[in-house]
């Protein structure tokens, strides 16, 4: 359960004041999510979300994240809109930790995506791209090629732990990754972590996006790889050539892709994998025993960094020409 943080009646009512948000009616920590805590409210007003910033948000990085919901919202995205305090600011801070409300997104997210799913993620996705544009704040992206191999620095010595072998395949990688990885395709602002938790349907409908937090400046292809790598796997490893096809003819209905970006898919899709796999990896070496969290498997995405290693062409990932 990610509530890494206690909030108390006191200081939250206190907390709330600050707002336009009506009396407090209840509050409950939210058990999902490895990231941030986060808590449910009913107010007499309306229900939000109450999120409090952990340790991988940059304090920096907030005017970013809330500025952008803010950006995609006012231009049709369905997304959290964050509340502003009654004297503007957007942030707060709530038992020590930097704090927002954020509205409440109705739906449910799909614990088995099928390939419409897919489809309709892919539409989001490149809706979402476009919406972005225009959007005066930047971020560069800080779990790219350089915040790998940081992540690995400290990973690398332990990973043989893991999995036998492991130091000289991630090794030989992320020499790979660098060398090869594209430049020059169109950039712009990606959410960088559309996983299935990360996208709200109602019945089968898709009724928004949420979880911006790791939203950053880089190519748009990398966040359709990121999706490729989330949506279109089976439990099981196998990679679904039907939601993979069905989720990009779902981007490029909206937002077609060059032929230099389709030729980069097979790289991005490796650095994708590589990126979670990296994450899952550190907290899984660091994370203590006990922590109300669960951990994520750094493996499955080590088994998918190996799928895309034997990709030649981005016509396997259901691609048609
Ligand atoms: N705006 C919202 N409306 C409704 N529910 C929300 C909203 N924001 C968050 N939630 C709920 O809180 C949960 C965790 O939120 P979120 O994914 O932002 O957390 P996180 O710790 O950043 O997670 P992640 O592991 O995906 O990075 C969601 O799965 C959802 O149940
Ligand atoms: N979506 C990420 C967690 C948040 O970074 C994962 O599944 O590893």
């Not at 712009?188 to 109602?202: K, T």
Request: charge should be negative.
């Amino acid at each position: 359960m990610a509530v890494y943080t206690d909030i108390n009646e006191i200081d939250l009512k206190a907390f709330l004041a600050q707002y336009e948000a009506g009396e407090l009616l209840s509050y409950k920590g939210i058990a999902e999510g490895v990231e941030n805590s986060n808590f449910l409210l009913h107010t007499s007003k309306f229900p939000l979300i109450l999120t409090l910033y952990e340790k991988r948000v940059e304090k920096s990085d907030l005017p970013f994240f809330l500025g952008l919901m803010h950006h995609l919202s006012e231009r049709g995205l369905n997304c959290p809109l964050p509340l502003p305090r009654k004297d503007g600011e957007l942030l707060g801070e709530l038992s020590g930790r930097p704090a927002a409300l954020i509205s409440f997104l109705e739906g449910m997210w799909l614990r088995k995506p099928e390939a419409q799913h897919c489809r309709e993620v892919g539409a989001a996705l490149a809706k979402m791209h476009i919406a972005g544009e225009g959007f005066e704040l930047t971020r560069p992206n800080a779990l790219s090629l350089e915040g790998w191999q940081v992540l690995w620095a400290k990973s690398e010595a332990r990973a043989d732990e893991v999995e036998e072998g492991l130091e000289a395949e991630i090794g030989a990688e992320l020499d790979f990754l660098s060398i090869h990885w594209p430049k020059d395709l169109p950039a712009g602002v990606i959410h960088a972590d559309l996983f299935p938790d990360n996208v709200f349907f109602l019945g089968d409908t898709l009724s928004g996006l949420i979880d911006f937090y790791f939203a950053c400046n880089d190519l748009l292809v990398y966040d359709l790889s990121i999706c490729l790598n989330s949506w279109c796997f089976e439990k099981d490893g196998a990679y679904n050539i039907t939601k993979g096809k069905a989720m990009i003819e779902g981007y490029q209905s909206v937002r077609p892709l060059s032929a230099a970006e389709i030729e980069a898919l097979p790289i991005l899709c490796r650095g994708s994998a590589l990126r979670f796999f990296l994450t899952r990896l550190y907290d899984w070496l660091t994370t203590p025993a006990g922590a109300l969290v669960v951990k994520k498997d750094p493996l499955e995405y080590l088994k998918k960094l190996r799928f895309h290693r034997a990709v030649t062409n981005a016509s396997e990932y259901g691609l048609i020409a």
